[in-house]
């Protein structure tokens, strides 16, 4: 009988399991914390041995091949030790590819992954392709392999989940960007990090293709050190090459297989150039599994994207509020910022992260009208943007700093929650601190009838 041994019980570690029972595996699941009561469930139910709140490190040596969660470090002891034994340590999505024949659209980049993954399911699904969506968006890969396969698999893969791949070899690979972001996994070295990233095309031969943002240095810089065999496919806010795609901004140009389809941005359900950027990498993934230029407009027409990623609340007395809570790092948040013309009352703030403000001024000065400052040490932030945005507020409250957007802004103006910052000082996660925006500007409609 196999064996298998799993290092974390959150969603992709009871994937795998489940996956692995199924297929006559034996298992045994270990994690440190505590397990969440519905999983222990599932695991019981499964018949699959687990254990919390600790690691039976002799136990889980004791196995010939380990998958870890995406969360826990290299640096981890017991996955320290089983490397020291050969011990293969993988990742769940590298484990789901053995037992699936469907191609693989691998999504990664350090912004805007999770929508364009979104997007090029939507579109494909919209094509009638038979498609999936895993990997770091919704239920996770082994989980539905369980269920059963699909002809397409759109997967959204970080950094740490690539460490783990040893044979994944996707038929589209996508690397939206690369900006600086979880540098304490990678020694501190942005080279490390951006091996990382493009380990993605390690299996990849000329079969396949590879589309990529055409002005990010850090992704030109990481592949002038690889040999990258896939056919590749550049995305441009500058220019347009063969078999690639533009953003002139007012409308988007894909090059494909010899024929021009263009796309006027006012067709479409998102707008702003970071949109655009994702428009063009799903666009150009979705239109190379096979749909047509018919279904990618129809698509681009009618996707939403998902919750607290540049979401529209509501207009209220001529002020329209956006939550882009997901907006936890630098770059993320200039995306957000430069998406619109309108004044801007910007709520940001939480747990900094080495952030480097100096990038956020080009659209931070003569644009932000107000920012309010939203975290328990506001002291880096109010000190960058002194003097630059005329107000500068700041509070612990949700509901105070979604009053003051109200009460600060005018007719055309636009408050923005993108943090640029971790959500832990305040809130649980990104999620609840969007979930509280959205309930306080639900409240403000209230007071205001």
């Known amino acids: 009988m196999k064996r298998i041994a799993i290092l974390g019980a959150g969603e992709s570690g ?4 489940l ?10 699941v270990s994690d440190g914390g505590s397990i969440k009561e519905h999983r222990k469930q599932q695991l019981e139910d499964a018949g699959v041995d687990f254990e919390e709140g600790g690691h039976d490190a002799e136990r889980l040596l004791g196995f010939p091949e380990m998958i870890k969660s995406p969360g826990i470090p290299y640096s981890h002891p017991v996955v320290k030790a089983a490397m020291e034994q050969d011990i293969p340590v993988i990742d769940e999505l590298e484990f789901a590819y053995g037992f699936s024949r469907g191609r693989v659209i691998a ?8 929508t364009t993954a979104m997007l090029t399911y939507h579109l494909m699904k919209t094509g009638g392709l038979d498609v999936g969506l895993g990997g770091n968006v919704g239920q996770s890969w082994a989980s539905q392999l369980v269920q059963g396969d699909h002809d ?6 970080s950094s740490f989940q690539i460490d783990g791949f040893r044979s994944l070899k996707p038929k589209v690979a996508v690397l939206t960007n690369i900006t600086p972001d979880h540098l304490d996994r990678y020694d501190y070295k942005m080279d490390h990090y951006v091996q990382s990233k493009l380990g993605l095309l390690k299996q990849m031969d000329e079969e396949d293709d590879f589309i990529y943002y055409r002005e990010d240095q850090h992704t030109w810089q990481g592949m002038s050190q690889i040999n990258v065999r896939p056919k590749i496919h550049e995305i441009s806010l500058e220019t347009i090459g063969k078999d690639g795609g533009l953003f002139n901004g ?3 140009k894909l090059n494909f297989r010899n024929h021009m389809i263009s796309i006027p941005e006012r067709e479409m359900a998102m707008k702003g150039n970071h949109n655009m950027l994702n428009v063009m990498c799903a ?5 190379l599994a096979g749909i047509s230029e018919e279904a990618l407009k129809a698509g681009l027409a009618d996707f939403k994207n998902a919750p607290h990623r540049m979401e529209l609340v ?15 790092n630098v770059d993320a948040t200039v995306y957000a910022l430069s998406t619109f013309k309108e004044p801007l009352i910007w709520i940001a703030g939480g747990v900094d992260k080495g952030n480097d403000y ?14 309010i400052c939203l975290g328990k040490d506001n002291k880096k932030l109010k000190t960058a943007f002194e003097g630059v945005v005329p107000e500068i507020l700041e509070t612990q409250e949700m509901a105070a700093a979604v009053q003051w957007g109200l009460e600060k802004g005018a007719k055309g103006d636009v408050v923005l929650l993108s943090p640029a910052c971790a959500s832990f000082d305040l809130f649980k996660n990104y999620e609840d601190r969007g979930d509280q925006f959205k309930e306080a500007v639900k409240q403000l409609k209230l007071k205001a009838l």
């Open 107 to 114: 999504i990664t980049g350090t912004n805007g992954k999770t």
């Open 250 to 252: 007012t409308e988007v």
């Open 152 to 157: 397409w698999w759109v997967l959204e893969v």
């Open 14 to 17: 009871i994937g795998a399991a």
């Open 19 to 28: 996956l692995a029972k199924v297929n006559g595996y034996e298992v045994f």
């Open 283 to 287: 666009s150009t993934a979705a239109l």
């Open 358 to 371: 100096e990038t956020l001024m080009p659209v931070v000065k003569d644009h932000v009208k107000v920012l």
């Open 314 to 328: 509501r207009e209220l007395e001529g002020v329209t509020f956006i939550n882009d809570s997901k907006g936890t």
